[in-house]
Each structure stands twice: as C-alpha cells, then as structure tokens.
C-alpha cells in the first residue's frame, strides 16, 4: 500500500535582531503560498522561526528578552495576536504547520516550543525543547559575540517526546490510518534517546526545526585557529545530515528538517540544510539556497513498514533488560582501571 503525502521543509534565511515579526511572518506567509500552489499538505518550519535566533545575545535589558516570547498561546487561531496572521494564512490555504517559537506561559516559565497545528487551526502536537545546549552563563558580553544561553533563557521541557496523529492528514494520504508524528528541536536531533522514545510509538514522520551555528568554538571547546570558518560549517553540515540520517534510519521514520539559516545581523551565520529523509535514511530533497527556499517531497508513509517489521522490529530483537544504565546514569562512569 502506499499513503503518500506531500510535505515541505521550510526553510528561513537570515533575521535581524531588530527583525519586526510582521516582517518575518510576510516571508513565512509567501512560503506558504508557494506551499499551497505545490500542493504541499504540512510544512515545517524552524526552531524559534518569528524571531532571530535571541540565545545567543547577552541581553541585560529584560524587556528586550521577553519581547521574543509569545506570551498569549499559540494554539490555534482564536489567540496569539502577536503571530495570528501566520496561522490565520495556514489555515486558508489549507496547510498544516509544525513551528517553533519562544513560549512564555502564564504563569511565566519560558521554554522552547514547537507546536503542531492542523489546516483547521487546531494544535494537535506541541513540544518543549528538552535538550538545551550551551551555558548559563556567556561565553563573552561584548556584543557580537555568538554565544549559546538557552540553559538561562528556557526551562526545560516538561511534555515528554509524545507522538500524536495528525488526523486532517488522513485523506491526503489516501489511507484509513492518520501519520503517526513526532517533534523534536535542533540540538535535541544529536540525542539518540528522543528519536527512540519516538520510535517506541511507531512514529513515521518527524518534524525537526533547528538553529545551528556555522562557527562556534567556544561551544565546541576548540581552537579557533584549528580550523577555517569554510572547514567549521562543513564540519556542522556533516554532523546535522549524519545525526538525521542515522535517527531517522534507526526509528524507520520519514523526516523533514527546517533550519532558519543565513548569516544574522552580518555577524552570526547559521548552517543550511533544510532536508527531507526517507525511512531508510537517504535523503529524498534538499535545500539548494542560504535563504527562504521550500524544499517539497512526495513520501510514502508506508515506507517506514519495511525497517519497522524486519531490521528495526522492536518487538523482537530489542534487549531492554541490557539497557539499564540508559535510565539510571546520566554522565559518564567509566571503568575501573585493572590492577598491575
Ligand atoms: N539551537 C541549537 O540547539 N543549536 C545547537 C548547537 C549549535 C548549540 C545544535 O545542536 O545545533
């Protein structure tokens, strides 16, 4: 059988840290509109699309980092004045959207969110940024300088990695079985464990929304002088393609990949990549641009049936009784060394 879909990874170019949201979301919006005369069905978008990517500025002034959280919530088109303009235009054309965005909740905890919401304007799937990479505190406070504070600027993320149907995606692709979906964001596609509670709920489509730095030696604890800035963003291309690749592989999922890229305020590039993956790990589509580019695929969600039933069956090959350490240890114990 065959349940096939048309999706878009959505990929965003560069935003300014003084970028206006109505000046972003007009550039989502085309995105959109090319997205419905291709007839794409659910585009996915990057890690905190609406705005520039804010952690990596040392900020003092607090109004300024809460004016990068939506502070009404983003679920579905009755609120979030702020961004309803871009989910008002989804839900005319008819399109799903999974989006990031930074989430401020009423109670006034801040996470990094992505939210899932069908071409009805309902949310059917959020996420909260589990891993959060970086530091608390910066690398440097001289402006300019790219640094990495998601640990200050979010909690992290309390839902758990939970799959959900997407039901207004049922008949597009022509089956009786709505996709089985899954979010993660950026750095949480390095982590092995996440792709795998997804995989544990039959997940077929991932949607995976990132911001990641081409040049960071700080954050990566390297000499600077080791490497060319051309080197550096080869080297982070080849990590994001392998991570995703293997991921997708191991769980017999599709994924689509979004990056916002580009090189903000002239200062802070950001890697490309923007990809859609098939169940077996090969890479179906792909970005061709450094800048807002829809990269559009047919998948099969039937594909993942193959990996699911006979390499990565779980049922019968998976050893949890071997897996203990997973759950109980969170760093590094290494062996004892043997005695002379
Ligand atoms: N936004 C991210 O999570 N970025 C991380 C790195 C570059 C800090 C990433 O894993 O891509």
Redesign the pocket.
């Known amino acids: 059988m065959v349940r096939q879909l048309r999706v878009a990874a959505a990929q965003v170019g560069r935003i300014d840290r003084g970028t206006p949201r109505e000046e972003v979301i007009a550039r989502l919006n085309a995105l959109l509109e090319q997205a419905a005369a291709q007839k794409v069905k659910l585009a996915v978008f990057p ?1 905190t699309t609406f705005t520039t990517f804010f952690p990596r500025y040392w900020m003092e002034d607090e109004a300024e980092i809460a004016s990068y959280f939506e502070t009404e919530p983003v679920e579905g088109i009755s609120h979030c004045a702020s961004v309803k303009a871009f989910f008002d235009k989804a839900m005319e054309l008819s399109i799903d959207v999974a989006i990031g965005y930074g989430e401020e909740t009423s109670e006034g905890r801040r996470y990094n969110t992505a939210s899932y919401v069908d071409s009805s304007g309902r949310t059917v799937g959020k996420y909260r940024k589990i891993h959060l ?2 530091t608390f505190e910066p690398f440097s406070k001289e402006q300019g300088v790219t640094n ?1 504070l ?1 640990k200050k600027l979010f909690a992290p993320g309390d839902l758990g990695f939970t799959a959900f149907r997407a039901p207004s995606l049922r008949a597009a692709c022509g089956g009786d079985k709505s996709p089985i979906v899954g979010q993660l964001i ?2 949480d596609r ?1 982590w092995a464990e996440g792709w795998r509670v997804y995989g544990l709920q039959g997940v077929e489509l991932m949607c995976v929304g ?4 081409a040049w ?1 030696p700080q ?1 990566w604890g390297i000499d600077p002088s080791s490497m060319t800035r051309e080197e550096a963003y080869a080297d982070a291309m080849f990590h994001h393609k392998l991570v995703c690749q293997a991921n997708a592989y191991t769980n017999s999922t599709s994924l689509i990949t979004s990056a916002r890229c580009g090189n903000d305020d002239g200062l802070h590039p950001l890697i490309s990549g923007s990809m859609i993956v098939d169940p077996e790990g090969h890479i179906v589509a792909e970005n061709t641009t450094e800048g807002d580019e829809l990269v559009v695929a047919d998948i099969d969600l039937d594909a993942c049936q193959q990996g699911k039933s006979k390499t990565f069956a779980f049922a019968k090959h998976r050893r949890i009784e071997m897996y203990g350490l997973i759950c109980s240890q969170t760093g590094v114990v290494e062996p004892e060394e043997p005695a002379e």
């Open positions: 890690e990479p970086g990495q998601e950026c750095n390095r990132y911001n990641t730095t960071a954050l």
